[in-house]
């Protein structure tokens, strides 16, 4: 079976630092994404990871650890257009199975 | 560049009808790939193209959901007897596969055909 679990909402403070989560369990794995959505429009890539360990771009990092199932996502010095929810996507053989998304809003 | 384009972007049909969704990807991407995105969730995953050919359809929900290729670019998904349950979000995506790319396996979405059927 195919199971990609991330919070549902999360809320945080301009300037401050979010880590979400997202664990997985999938019959295959070829690299995990993470994708940006905000609202009403279509997912913009993040991120990707295919080996363990920790990739930096800017304000934001992506972990991955194959071993635990385990993902997450940091977002540093959040500012108010990070208000958007967050997709986890697991990718196996060529097509990506998608978490259900952590909505972030972030507040003054 | 023009990114991955999709019509209509909305469709309002009645229950019975057959509906077709367009996808028009990046040009020169290898991959095209369909998804349904209901509110509130994440995308799903329907069925893939390499070039012209249907590499998984697994995702379709039943077989009154059908996709096509023909020439390795545009692409149109069909739905026949439409239903209630299939209102959702028709999103479209591309990939090239360039593999010098470390990001060779990113996605492009379109911006979607919001489907609803009365």
């Known amino acids: 079976g195919q199971n990609i679990d991330q919070p549902t909402e999360m809320t945080a403070t301009e300037g401050a630092i979010v880590q979400i989560n997202c664990t997985y369990q999938?019959?295959?794995?070829?690299?995990l994404f993470w994708y940006q959505q905000h609202a009403g429009e279509a997912p913009t890539f993040l991120s990707y990871?295919?080996?363990?360990g920790l990739e930096e771009k800017g304000r934001f990092s992506s972990f991955l650890s194959r071993s635990k199932g385990y993902s997450y996502l940091l977002l540093k010095e959040l500012q108010m257009k990070d208000s958007a929810s967050y997709l986890c996507?697991?990718?196996?053989?060529?097509?990506?199975?998608f978490g259900t998304g952590t909505r972030l809003q972030v507040f003054p | 560049g023009a990114g991955v384009s999709q019509s209509p972007r909305y469709k309002v049909t009645k229950r019975g009808q057959d509906v077709a969704l367009r996808c028009d990807p990046i040009?020169?991407?290898?991959?095209l790939y369909w998804y349904r995105q209901a509110l509130g969730q994440g995308p799903e995953f329907l069925t893939y193209?390499?070039?012209?050919?249907?590499?998984?359809k697994s995702g379709l929900p039943n077989d009154r959901f059908s996709a096509e290729r023909p020439e390795g670019s545009i692409s149109t998904l069909t739905i026949q007897r439409t239903e209630q349950r299939d209102s959702a979000m028709y999103r479209c995506?591309?990939?090239?596969?360039?593999?010098?790319?470390?990001?060779?396996?990113?996605?492009?979405f379109g911006p979607g055909t919001r489907l609803t059927v009365l």
């Open positions: 990871n295919v080996l363990d």
């Open positions: 996507a697991v990718r196996n053989t060529d097509k990506l199975i």
């Open positions: 040009s020169g991407h290898v991959s």
């Open positions: 193209f390499n070039y012209e050919a249907q590499q998984d």
């Open positions: 999938t019959s295959g794995f070829n690299g």
């Open positions: 995506a591309s990939s090239s596969r360039d593999q010098r790319s470390w990001r060779y396996n990113e996605q492009f």
